[in-house]
């Protein structure tokens, strides 16, 4: 069975860090693009970043590039998001997701708050 | 980045058809057909219906479509049911090498 499972959210200071793990089980880890998706408090899901496969291309919104680094360990079946610099508008459920199209699968989420 | 245009809200009764637009542009509808949509309901993650513009992923309802006419891809749902009402939002990837969802679509099956 498909697994992603988050985690490393938390309550943060602004201009703090965090950093965010996913976990992933029952699928060949290395094959696919681990995306990272978040959803503000009754917001719509807003697209974070992504990573191939061998880790070897990132992308990343606008809002994010700069402060926040994306990574995987294949060898541990792990993606990580390191974010940096937050702000209140990062604020949100982190969801980690394999593939956006056919292959697509979701975690359930880790919630970010950033607040003093 | 912004992102794609949907509208708030569209309602229908059981059984009727309704239709949920996604309005991008060239940089992003319009350029690829690697158009998705998700399904969402209250504290859940999203769940997606729809893949690369017009393909049903396995196990969801044949009661879900979707196509794409220049730069706006569109969700039908046939023969609506309570278990339809959600959110729903599309995503497009981008020129960009980024990927942007829809504003989002509240349905309200009456």
Request: net charge neutral; charged share 15%; hydrophobic share 30%.
């Amino acid at each position: 069975e498909v697994q992603l499972v988050e985690s490393g959210g938390g309550l943060v200071q602004p201009g703090g860090s965090l950093r965010l793990s996913c976990a992933a089980s029952g699928f060949t880890f290395s094959n696919y693009w681990i995306h990272w998706v978040r959803q503000a408090p009754g917001k719509g899901p807003m697209w974070v970043s992504r990573i191939d496969g061998e880790g070897r291309t990132t992308d990343y919104a606008d809002s994010v590039k700069g402060r926040f680094t994306v990574s995987r360990d294949n060898a541990k079946n792990t993606v990580h998001l390191q974010m940096n610099s937050l702000t209140a508008e990062d604020t949100a459920v982190y969801y980690c997701a394999r593939d956006l199209r056919v292959a697509n699968h979701w975690g359930l989420g880790t919630l970010v708050t950033v607040s003093s | 980045q912004s992102a794609l245009t949907q509208p708030a809200s569209v309602s229908g009764s059981p059984g009727q058809s309704i239709t949920i637009s996604c309005i991008g542009s060239s940089s992003d509808i319009g350029g690829y057909d690697f158009v998705s949509w998700f399904q969402q309901h209250p504290g859940k993650a999203p769940k997606l219906v729809i893949y690369d513009v017009d393909n049903r992923p396995s196990g969801v309802s044949n009661r879900f479509s979707g196509s794409k006419s220049g730069n706006t891809a569109s969700l039908t749902i046939s023969g609506l049911q309570a278990e339809d009402e959600a959110d729903y939002y599309c995503n497009s990837f981008t020129t960009s090498n980024t990927h942007v969802f829809g504003s989002g679509t509240k349905v309200t099956v009456l």
